[in-house]
């Protein structure tokens, strides 16, 4: 384990973040009481599934039609 305050982690950050990659916990203390651990983030490769909010989410009928002053304001639009 490397413990590093966090004047030491802020000059050698690149080696700690290294350290880290490679497997060693490195730790960042203040006054030699540790406060944080760096570890390596790895990403999430499982597939994405959908369907956790079915039935919770409800979408009124005419959610996509628009009002008779937005439908003036886009057409409006149209000629220019």
């Known amino acids: 384990m490397t413990l590093s305050n966090i ?3 802020k000059t050698q950050l690149s080696q700690l973040i ?3 990659l ?3 916990e490195v730790v960042i ?3 030699g009481e540790p ?3 760096l ?3 790895y990403p999430d490769t499982r597939p994405r599934q ?3 909010l079915q039935g919770r989410i409800r ?3 005419d959610f996509d039609v628009f009002g008779e002053k937005l439908e003036e304001m886009l057409s409006a639009g149209e000629g220019a």
Do not use: I
């Open 50 to 52: 959908g369907g956790q």
């Open 35 to 37: 406060l944080v651990r």
């Open 39 to 41: 570890m390596p983030v």
């Open 59 to 61: 979408m009124s009928d």
């Open 18 to 20: 290294n350290r880290a």
């Open 22 to 24: 490679a497997g060693e």
């Open 29 to 31: 203390a203040r006054a």
């Open 7 to 9: 004047h030491e982690a």
